[in-house]
């Protein structure tokens, strides 16, 4: 009987262990694929987005020129913010996928120009800003 309990418990430890292991490599698999997509030289294309609040959009789909004094308001207030272009919204994020909310937390509800690539994954979407997207951000364009 105590055989069998060790076995049992052995068996246990392998499948956690095993199972850690796994998401741990499917997570580092997947942002070395994301990394892989933004170091192409490629500096994607040109978008204009209004920088929304996420949480009145969300809730209420509340955007643009109606919305823009409330929008800048929660967005500078810690709110968060996402850019909006063609019905979908995007996180905005540096080349390490690190966040890029600062260029953006003075211009809510603004439209903005910006360039980079999207990336889609895990129903989430992305705008890897290109190095001269902040570029021009620091150059006041």
Known sequence: ???ILALAAVLTLTFFVGRVFADDMS???????????????????S???????????IAKGAHGEGHQACAAKCISGGGELALLHDGKLYIPVDKDYHSARDQFVSKGGEMVNVMGKTVSKGGL????????ASDMKKDGM
Request: overall charge neutral.
């Open 1 to 3: 009987m105590k055989r």
């Open 125 to 132: 979407n992305y705008l890897v800003l290109s190095d001269m």
């Open 47 to 57: 978008m204009k987005c209004e920088v929304v609040d996420v949480a009145c959009y």
């Open 27 to 45: 997570h580092s698999s997947m942002h070395d694929d994301m990394k892989k997509m933004s170091d192409s030289k490629d500096m994607g294309k």
